[in-house]
């Protein structure tokens, strides 16, 4: 199996979930600073994956939706994502925001049974803690929010040993947590996200193929009708709109991690054809592909 194949193929496991790629085969952490100019109208994909996640906004401001409910999170502030969330950032003030983002698998800090059972397991699985808003005049949030820098620049740096030194950081992150954040209410509605997550995993996992309503609303279990009003309800778009947005997300991150002719952009994330591809880019992104892939080249250079 070539590169093109593993970044294309192994991006949903079989229960739906997001596989996140992360910076190591030693170590399941992804660590990166990013903006949301990155993504398509400011705004990534909707989806969710097995692995917790902290956002740290560095500059500007960025709405969170998680579950339904979104959270505006300022210049300073914070953000924690339990497991299994439905989740994305994007602006709605129309500017951008640059944020620093850590997921790590909680078999990061698993390293014994006792442990997982009685410290990461109860957490993950807390109905009451879906997300937590980290506020930096809050003691314990801003330890937080230093833990997730601190781990960043490290991830960065790749010392001799940093390994070691994020697992400790891992350990006192998720000990901060625990003491402060799991046997309090949060007070967030529990709603049941499961059919929504369905069909968002089949899109995810099949967007390279030839897709329909019916195929998608038959992943959810429910009518099309139905598939139609939960995208709309609750991520305020039409299933194929969601499937058009996922596809370019995809074709955005080959052009800017491989170098694939245009149509094979194209072809790999699920487009017909490579003219169909330009337009809808041009109309979504304001500019081709190609003139995409320059510029981000460029700025790579800076």
Not at 7 to 30: Q, T
Request: glycine share 4%; proline share 3%.
């Amino acid at each position: 199996m070539n590169s093109i194949d593993t970044f294309i193929s192994l991006d949903v496991l079989e229960d739906s979930s997001e596989i996140v790629h992360y910076d190591s085969d030693n170590l399941p952490i992804r660590s990166r600073r990013s903006w949301l100019s990155y993504f398509h109208n400011l705004s990534a994909v909707c989806h969710w994956h097995d692995d917790v996640e902290f956002i740290v906004v560095l500059q500007g401001e960025m709405t969170y939706f998680v579950n339904g409910e979104t959270y505006l999170l300022k210049k300073g502030m914070g953000i924690f994502v339990n497991a299994g969330q439905l989740h994305y950032g994007f602006s709605e003030s129309g500017t951008d925001c640059e944020f620093l983002v850590l997921l790590f698998h909680p078999r990061s800090i698993s390293t014994n049974a006792y442990i997982e059972s009685e410290y990461v397991l109860p957490f993950i699985h807390n109905h009451h803690c879906p997300l937590i808003v980290f506020e930096p005049h809050i003691p314990w949030q801003a330890e937080s929010i230093q833990v997730v820098k601190d781990i960043f620049t490290i991830c960065q740096k790749k010392e001799k040993g940093y390994e070691l030194s994020v697992q400790s950081l891992l350990y006192s992150l998720w000990l901060v947590l625990y003491k402060n954040a799991m046997h309090k209410d949060h007070s967030v509605k529990k709603i049941d996200f499961s059919e929504l997550k369905a069909m968002i995993g089949y899109i995810q996992l099949n967007y390279s193929k030839k897709i329909s309503l019916e195929k998608i609303a038959r992943a959810g279990a429910v009518s099309r009708s139905k598939c139609c009003q939960l995208f709309k309800d609750k991520i305020q778009m039409s299933p194929i709109q969601y499937l058009n947005r996922f596809r370019l997300e995809r074709s955005m991150e080959l052009l800017r991690n491989h170098s694939l002719s245009i149509v094979e952009v194209a072809h790999e994330s699920g487009f017909s054809g490579a003219s169909y591809y330009t337009e809808l880019f041009h109309r979504e992104i304001g500019m081709t592909p190609s003139e995409f892939r320059m510029m981000y080249n460029s700025n790579k250079q800076k």
